[in-house]
């Protein structure tokens, strides 16, 4: 990512990067036809693609700017962190931190308008069913209030084992990718 931006003096990079986290915040990004000269199509796409994951991730992880420092490189970003490009990347991130956090609470906000309020669970032993005499299988009854728009609505499920291990690691997995 810093190759390609110091292809650009340090003064238009931090202009760059302010535009590439506009571009994060919902408003207008930077234009391809302005730096047309600067950058091939699939460079332009490489840098873009970089410098929003990088403030992505730095935001996203809540990461003090020595992690920040210490991970760049690991992130693709900032392989010389002592040159002035990286350290107009970093003073962009430094300036706008807050503005991109919010950008991200209002990304995740927006895939869906329903929230948990509360939930309850059981835990229930089949001893039979109508097929089978002796069954002997636990099964959870798991009852979720969920909150969209301004209507409470109940969705109730049962689960065994397995199915319940499944919607455990499904969380767990969910809950990764958030931190």
């Not at 970089?50 to 693709?76: I, K, P, T």
Request: aromatic fraction near 4%; proline fraction near 3%.
């Amino acid at each position: 990512m810093v190759v390609l931006l110091s292809r650009l003096p340090a003064t238009e990079c931090i202009k760059f990067c302010h535009r590439v986290v506009d571009g994060l915040c919902g408003r207008e990004p930077p234009r391809r036809s302005e730096h047309s000269t600067t950058w091939s199509p699939e460079e332009w796409l490489q840098l873009l693609d970089s410098l929003s994951a990088f403030y992505r991730r730095a935001v996203g992880s809540d990461s003090s700017e020595e992690e920040v420092r210490a991970r760049g490189v690991c992130w693709g970003g900032l392989a010389d962190v002592g040159s002035s490009h990286a350290e107009a990347v970093l003073s962009v991130l430094r300036a706008r931190r807050e503005e991109i956090h919010h950008a991200l609470l209002d990304r995740t906000n927006s895939i869906s308008s329903a929230t948990l309020q509360d939930f309850d669970w059981q835990l229930k032993l089949s001893l039979s069913s109508d097929k089978i005499s002796s069954l002997h299988t636990p099964l959870l009854s798991l009852s979720l209030d969920v909150r969209e728009d301004a209507a409470l609505r109940s969705v109730t499920m049962e689960m065994n084992r397995e199915e319940l291990n499944t919607l455990i690691s499904s969380l767990e997995a969910a809950n990764k990718v958030i931190l």
